[in-house]
């Protein structure tokens, strides 16, 4: 296990190293710059290389790249280019943000999903079962942004029931009430999102489990009906989520750009979309890397957890089906 | 559940940061509420006190004015620093209650010396006075080339400016720039003693402007607080030299785009929104609870062409004759675009200069009409035939282009689409194509390279455009992107610079606009409206109302509004 836990570190550097020398390339190839703007009448065209020239952004991109580098080894995510902020100053608090926002609804909507997919499993087609179906539906083709819309629309301006946007009211900053309040309908937003293919997965996968042979078993040799669902055949079933759950992990940080636009949830994904039209590399570049390493967390978790979940999967050990 | 419940998991998200566009929404759709006529905002008596909320749709870059070029970073300079001059509500350079000097600026008869007499009394917010010193120490900064001001072109006349007494400041100019007062002395200073050991390269480094604790103002307002992608907050100053105002917090939200922000307003979280999409005006109007203002602001919108061949296949320029950039003007419906897209917003633009100022050249402009007759006849006098396509062609090449906008404005994606088709009816190929702002800047606009641009111009106080014009100022230095020549009127922009006698320059600028309107190297599609939108808790009195055609009319005397209670 330890042995397998090196080489997956190892591994997950060179990953990153990778992904940070072509997502740097890549920024740096796109057309425009930070600095570029769209000057006033009369504005200096030179004034900006002088800018540019103070900022670094003239240096050959090798350069540029080894320098940023060195800051990141040295733990600094670098400046914005614009203004000389530091990056972490822009980034953490996003993080935090995005991580709440996502958190509630992610737990939330796991909370429902799990029973209410194993549920539907054993009563396929009844009216629970429809009801779900009819729900993922509509998770699944409505666009969250404009589901948003409609909430504000009615519960907030019209009913006046809840906030329309932001994360506090401007005489109420750091307020947890305040900030409970705020979450209710971008949280509901995001929960149908999730809930439809959390619902499709765990009943899915649940179905299929209960019909092999071992839970037939099971039944035959005469095991309660919670008995055989909860520890034969959902800790095979879990299988399956858990590696949906580990590929999506990333999403947790990056955000959800488009629900944060409508509700003015000040986090990552507005970040990201708002620091790439400004070409903001140094922000970019710290997004980049953070959702890279929770690729790379994410897929770790994951294997780990088949072991726990699954005996068969011995990490490390050839012939091990998950390693 | 058993092996779920130790490790928190994550969960996918449909939407996908990187793909997001701007204009989602068009806006709300109207409500059935009568719309409030009363003008709520005239009325009453002052009252001190209270927090006045504004919104911006996106964040402040900084609030050093040396390196302002956004529109929520000069909104928010406007509550935290004083001109050295104000500008009275017709856009002249004046001294007032709340400009640093308190006489008119001295001009000598020659044009070449600038003399300006500071207040006694000015203080900066941490108690120190605002002296010549500043003055001196701002010029000096932003004529600098090595601290990469953008604002460098209008300082560069200077020879030198030097400080006579501590509240007198004696400007030499090189030559006679009459642009120099409105464009250059409209403007805030900056701290000497906080910044002069700053050397020139770190300035736009230095945390002046995005630190709050280290912003040193002499404004109305002081600078408190800044969260950023959320809110700037501002407090009245108590060492502002001016009339004490009325507001005595300012609360500067921040908003992800023009959308969401007018929700802010539509729900009451915001006392002013100067972004009012135009979609949205009849949602606005409805809500008895806003005071809706729909002014043409201080910018136009045009089409320019391009004049170096090199940017068309076979080096064949299609806009070369005079006759057919006429006759697109004529194909053009701009009072339906102006009706129909900007809702009735924005107004009819002939011309280069700002209607209603004393540049306005009037009818010395030819106004196009709509008349797609003429402009077949004009293009046909030209020597386009009719082509097998339906499509015009000269010597063998079709007239077809490519009409470049910045993707992200719907606005200039509506005109691109109906200068299309009214276009096609004239038998023109014009084929619209949206580009990221900041490629569209780089990879166009400042090399010159494009067949033909929709966008626009902010306008200056001053009437002088040269800069955008004069085959001076071809790219990659300057801003005539569309290598426009005419020897005639480069000649006349000089001319106009070069007297402060202003009726001398508007005789100029009076031939400049006839001459470049026959000429038309743009096509002056409108000017275009910005709505603004204020709840009615915000009042003013008649002579402090906000005018729109001003730069940042919108925030006009903002020192003298109040807050009521509704």
Redesign the interface.
């Known amino acids: 296990m330890t042995e397998y836990l090196i080489r997956r570190a190892v591994q997950s550097v060179l990953v990153l190293f990778l992904v940070s020398v072509i997502s740097f390339a890549l920024m740096h190839a796109?057309?425009?710059?930070p600095l570029?703007?769209?000057?006033?009448?009369?504005?200096?065209?030179?004034?900006?290389?002088?800018?540019e020239?103070?900022?670094g952004l003239l240096d050959p991109m090798p350069i540029q790249y080894l320098h940023w580098l060195g800051q990141l080894l040295h733990g600094n995510l670098g400046?914005t280019y614009?203004?000389?902020?530091p990056v972490g100053?822009?980034l953490w608090?996003?993080v935090g943000n995005t991580l709440i926002l996502?958190?509630v609804?992610?737990?939330l909507?796991?909370l429902i999903a799990?029973?209410w997919g194993i549920y539907n499993s054993t009563r396929t087609y009844g009216i629970s079962d429809n009801i779900s179906t009819v729900l993922a539906y509509l998770g699944?083709a409505m666009p969250?942004?404009?589901f948003g819309?409609l909430l504000?629309?009615f519960l907030?301006?019209d009913l006046n029931w809840f906030p329309?946007?932001?994360?506090y009211s401007?005489n109420k900053?750091g307020n947890i009430g305040d900030l409970i309040w705020h979450l209710i309908l971008p949280v509901c937003v995001?929960v149908l999102?999730?809930l439809a293919?959390?619902l499709k997965y765990s009943r899915a996968s649940m179905l299929e489990v209960l019909h092999m042979d071992y839970v037939r078993t099971a039944r035959a040799k005469g095991a309660p009906e919670k008995h055989v669902i909860?520890r034969h055949a959902?800790?095979n079933a879990?299988i399956p989520i858990?590696t949906?759950?580990?590929l999506?992990?990333?999403?947790?940080v990056?955000?959800?750009?488009?629900?944060?636009?409508?509700f003015?949830w000040?986090g990552?994904?507005?970040?990201?979309?708002?620091m790439?039209?400004?070409?903001e590399y140094a922000v970019l570049m710290a997004i980049t890397m953070l959702g890279a390493v929770?690729v790379v967390i994410?897929n770790l978790?994951a294997d780990i957890?088949y072991a726990?979940?699954d005996p068969r999967v011995q990490l490390g050990k050839k012939g091990g089906t998950a390693a | 559940?058993?092996?779920?419940h130790?490790?928190?998991?994550?969960?996918?998200?449909?939407?996908?940061?990187?793909?997001?566009l701007v204009g989602?929404?068009n806006g709300?759709?109207a409500h059935n509420a009568a719309a409030n006529e009363t003008n709520s905002a005239l009325a009453g008596q002052p009252v001190d006190g209270g927090?006045f909320?504004f919104s911006v749709s996106?964040?402040i870059?900084?609030l050093n004015p040396l390196?302002t070029?956004?529109v929520p970073s000069g909104d928010c300079e406007q509550f935290i620093y004083s001109p050295i001059y104000s500008i009275d509500r017709k856009g002249n350079l004046v001294n007032d209650a709340y400009s640093l000097a308190d006489q008119p600026l001295n001009v000598s008869d020659d044009g070449l010396r600038y003399t300006i007499h500071l207040r006694k009394n000015a203080k900066w917010s941490d108690g120190q006075p605002v002296t010549a010193d500043d003055v001196v120490f701002t010029i000096n900064a932003l004529k600098n080339?090595?601290?990469?001001?953008?604002?460098?072109?209008?300082y560069d006349p200077v020879k030198e400016v030097k400080k006579l007494d501590d509240n007198t400041v004696e400007i030499d100019m090189k030559h006679v720039y009459a642009p120099f007062a409105l464009?250059a002395l409209w403007a805030p200073v900056l701290p000497a003693h906080i910044l002069k050991d700053v050397p020139a390269?770190?300035l736009?480094?230095?945390?002046y402007?995005?630190d709050p604790s280290k912003t040193v103002s002499d404004g109305p307002w002081k600078w408190t607080e800044w969260?950023?992608?959320?809110?700037l907050k501002f407090e009245a100053d108590p060492n502002y030299f001016g009339p004490k105002p009325h507001i005595q917090d300012i609360?500067c939200?921040v908003?992800?785009?023009q959308n969401?922000e007018l929700?802010?307003l539509?729900?009451g979280?915001v006392d002013e929104d100067d972004e009012v999409p135009v979609t949205a005006l009849d949602a606005v109007k409805a809500k008895h609870k806003i005071h809706l203002l729909t002014g043409a602001g201080p910018s136009y919108e045009y089409i320019g062409f391009n004049f170096n061949a090199s940017n068309f296949p076979n080096n064949f320029d299609p806009f070369t004759g005079d006759k057919t950039r006429q006759a697109i003007a004529y194909a053009l419906n701009r009072q339906a675009m102006v009706d129909k897209i900007l809702k009735g917003t924005g107004k009819l633009q002939n011309g280069p200069f700002l209607p209603g100022s004393w540049s306005d050249p009037g009818d010395a402009a030819t106004n196009y009409n709509y008349d797609p007759n003429k402009a077949k006849a004009l293009l046909q006098d030209d020597g386009w035939k009719s082509g097998p396509d339906g499509i015009l062609q000269k010597d063998g090449h079709r007239f077809s282009f490519e009409l470049i906008y910045n993707a992200n404005n719907s606005r200039r994606q509506q005109v691109a689409a109906v200068v299309q088709q009214e276009l096609k009816n004239v038998g023109i190929e014009c084929k619209p194509k949206g580009i990221?702002?900041?490629?569209e800047?780089?990879?166009n606009?400042?090399h010159g390279k494009f067949q033909a641009v929709l966008i626009g111009?902010?306008?200056?106080l001053d009437p002088?455009?040269e800069?955008?014009f004069s085959s001076k100022y071809f790219p990659?230095?300057?801003?005539n992107a569309g290598w426009y020549q005419n020897s005639e009127i480069d000649k006349l922009w000089v001319e106009g610079d070069s007297t402060i006698d202003q009726a001398k320059r508007k005789e100029v600028y009076k031939e400049i606009a006839q001459k470049i309107t026959q000429d038309l190297p743009y096509v002056f599609m409108y000017q275009v409206g910005d709505p603004t939108g204020f709840s009615s808790k915000v009042h003013w009195a008649p002579d402090d109302a906000p005018n729109l055609a001003l730069p940042y009319g919108y925030l006009f005397h903002i020192q003298n509004w109040w807050v009521g209670t509704h």
């Open positions: 796109a057309p425009g710059g570029m703007v769209m000057l006033p009448k009369g504005g200096s065209q030179q004034a900006i290389l002088a800018q020239k103070n900022a400046y614009k203004n000389h902020v100053q822009i608090p996003t996502m958190g609804a992610w737990v909507s796991l799990i029973p699944f969250a942004f404009w819309i504000q629309e907030s301006l329309l946007s932001d994360m401007m900053q995001l999102v999730f293919s959390y909860y959902l800790r879990l858990i949906v759950l580990g999506d992990l990333p999403n947790l990056s955000g959800a750009a488009l629900t944060e636009n409508v003015n000040p990552m994904g507005r970040l990201f979309v708002e790439a039209f400004a070409r929770f994410g978790l957890l726990i979940v | 559940m058993k092996g779920t130790k490790v928190i998991y994550p969960i996918a998200v449909m939407t996908l940061a990187g793909t997001l989602y929404g709300r759709p927090t909320t996106s964040d870059v900084t390196f070029n956004d080339p090595d601290v990469g001001s953008p604002g460098i072109t209008n464009n390269k770190q736009q480094k230095n945390a402007g995005t969260k950023q992608k959320q809110y609360v939200k908003y992800a785009d969401t929700q802010g539509l729900k979280d990221d702002f900041s490629a800047i780089d990879q606009l400042n111009w902010q306008w200056n002088d455009s800069s955008i990659p230095n300057g801003q």
